[in-house]
């Protein structure tokens, strides 16, 4: 469904480059959202990814973030892509899993060298899922060597209704909890809800965190897709965080290549479908609540605790896919309005209701 209901560079927040430099992790976690695991040996050339930041700086990217699979197995080239990103006045943060941090000693000296080429954050990956592979202990020994530089920590734990590890267990591990006040205010332990990739597969969530029509008003759209362009291992640009990437073929909107200006493409492809901007404004699972009121057999209250999931159905399921085909021109001006209210309304009012020393302040 690709048409032009507003021009390209419609979006108009700070942009996120994300890059795969591997596919490979040393875990083989079930349904992670990568389709990551030790077998995989996919790779991304350095050049690519030099190539990926240097068109990010011309286009006026924000951040760039290195993810997975896990990217410190590409340790040497890791350091040289965030070297360069920070000499081009980049913030910078990496995804990983803290496998490398099997003693504070090793944790310290990595955290030490990646900081020193210019790392800002760093978030780590566990749950019941990771810890199969990377015990905590390596998470705690690396969130540690992090506070204590203090170099922003986020800490991504995963939700399910029935789990061991949590936010309060995490916190909760002796050398965290020692941590003076000062330091811990560089830390941050968020849980997200644990997803299926499978079509049809669902998870037990916490009361409240599946979507349903009650809590549905509340659920805003997806912060994701056309703000982070996802750089992967197989040269694909993804137009969003990368969850689900590998199995919703639509999400990829370009292919990186010597001498072509990817980025570029990318945000066109991504900015010229309908589909993709009713997902930023709206949300998934709002969309399939709008398709669900026009074929009944659509089921799904009560099933998704996290946007890629909701996302992956609103892609691959058929009945949907008919009902948007069908009807989709019936939402098009609801969703230009948002985006426009969005985009274009609200930033300009807030500037123009900003005081002389607001303003200065956002200079």
Known sequence: MHTSPLAAGLFQGRKTLSIMPT????????????????????RLSLSTMLDAIHQAKELGFY????????????????????????ALGFPTRIVTNAHWAHSREAAHEKIA?????????????????????????RVVHATVAAVERRLQTHIMVELRAERRV???????????????????????????PWMPL??????????????????????????????????????????????GLRVIPELNVATAGEGNAFLKEAIEAAENDFLKLWIRYKGPEKILA???????????EG????????????????????????????IVA???????????????????????SQLDMTR
Request: glycine share 6%; proline share 6%; with cysteine.
């Open 63 to 86: 951040n760039v973030v290195f993810t997975g699979g896990e990217a410190t197995l590409r340790w040497d080239d890791l350091l040289a892509g965030i070297t360069e990103a920070h």
């Open 113 to 137: 060298r990646i900081m020193d080429a210019g790392l800002s954050e760093i978030n780590y990956s566990t749950g019941d899922e990771h810890v199969r592979f990377i015990p905590l202990e």
């Open 303 to 330: 099933r998704f605790g996290h946007h890629c999931q909701a996302c992956q159905m609103l892609y691959r399921d058929p009945r949907v896919a008919r009902v948007i085909r069908a009807h989709y021109k019936e």
């Open 23 to 42: 596919f490979t992790c040393p875990a083989a976690c079930k349904d992670c959202g990568t389709l990551s695991s030790p077998k995989d040996r996919t």
């Open 290 to 300: 709008w398709a669900a009121e026009r074929d009944p057999s659509i089921q799904w």
């Open 334 to 356: 609801e969703v230009i309005q948002s985006a426009w209210l969005d985009e274009r309304y609200a930033p300009s009012r807030l500037r123009r209701e900003a005081s002389p």
């Open 166 to 192: 949590t936010r309060e267990l995490l916190l909760g591990q002796p050398a965290i909890a020692a941590l003076a006040p000062e330091l811990r205010e560089s830390l941050r332990v968020i849980e997200s």
């Open 198 to 243: 499978a079509p049809g597969e669902t998870e037990r969530y916490p009361d409240h965190v599946a979507v349903t029509a009650a809590n549905l008003p509340s659920r805003t759209g997806c912060d994701s897709v056309l703000q982070t362009y996802t750089l992967q291992s197989d040269g694909r640009i993804g137009s969003c965080c990368g969850l």
